[in-house]
């Protein structure tokens, strides 16, 4: 696209296309791209023409309603719905084009497993959109608990209390059904949709898998479609820890606007790690005192796609792959299931 773009080796930028111009490639995704000079972004698509058009990219990259339109790509980034991942990585797969794709990979386990499977035996690498890994706290976090700065770690405490946006397409009106909202809810609900980043991490800092140990859910609406709870509250287990993650979408969901509570601790032997998004704190608490880390978001766009640059050029890079993928997300679904099945049989809810 510019002449003075450049790969992270010396060479031309890669060439990249992203299918799904919706709400998270225009304000992450695209926006990331358009900023690394190791990327070209040379195509967009989306079913909806109305989507295309409004896409924040520049008039000279084309557009299309097909992917059988885009050029030639080193790399496809798939922003579409959960649900059309699945067809969008098989097409890459055919071509032996690698992926950067959204999380969570699929809906259900048995196509996310089939996504891995088909474009490792593409030879072509899946790599998911775990935007929270690229932001300095998640880094810091990683670097301070390998490092043993509070000692063994015994339990996190992982916090996302939103409200997906409102119950309202019109939030001032309160009125009408908000279908972004309602379709997140069907696509699984809070732990599938947005936990999968939670779980991600707990996995990544600790260095070790998890497991569902007891999940329960609250449900306030009833949602058409929907079977998932809207609040939900997973206890797991992994690397000697116990992981708390506490996950809403039905926190002041009827207001005009609301405040979320978006909180990690990481609690160890020997200190605690503390950060809370709306308090702008980001903390270590050890024998010696209370130590400020620096606060920053806990997402990274810029981040990703510069690993993502360091990844096409056969560079060390720390992109999570689509193993990973399929581990948050099989332990998102089994924990929502244990919910869901929790109120069947008379539970809360
Ligand atoms: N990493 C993050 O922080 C983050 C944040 C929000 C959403 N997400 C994920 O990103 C994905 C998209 O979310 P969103 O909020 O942008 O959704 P969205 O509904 O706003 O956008 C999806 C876009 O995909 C298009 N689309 C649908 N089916 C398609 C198809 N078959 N082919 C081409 N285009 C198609 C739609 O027209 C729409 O423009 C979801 O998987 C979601 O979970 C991730």
New binding site residues.
Partial sequence: MSAERFSSSGGPPHRVGL????????Y?HLPAILAEPGLDLVAV????PE?LAAAPVPEVVPRC?S?ADMPELDALVV???????A??VDWAAERGVPVLC???LAVDEATSAAMVERMESAGVPLWV????RFSPVARRIHELVKAGAVGQVRAMRMVFLWDLHGAFEDRPGRAGVNQ?RL??MR?GGPLV??GV?QIDLARWWLGAGLSVDHATGVWFDDLDGVVAPEHLTAQLSGGGAQVHVDISVGYGHRAPSTLPTFTYEVIGTDGVIRYRRQERDFVLIDSEGTHDLGWAHE?SFGGMYADLTRALGGQVHELPTGRDGLAATRVALEATDRAIAGRAAGGHG
């Fill in positions: 299918v799904g111009c919706g709400a998270v490639a225009g992450g698509c989306d079913i909806s989507r309603t992917l922003t579409s719905p959960a649900g059309a991942h067809e969008h959204e999380k969570p959109g775990f935007t929270y972004r379709g997140r696509e949709d947005c980043h997402k």
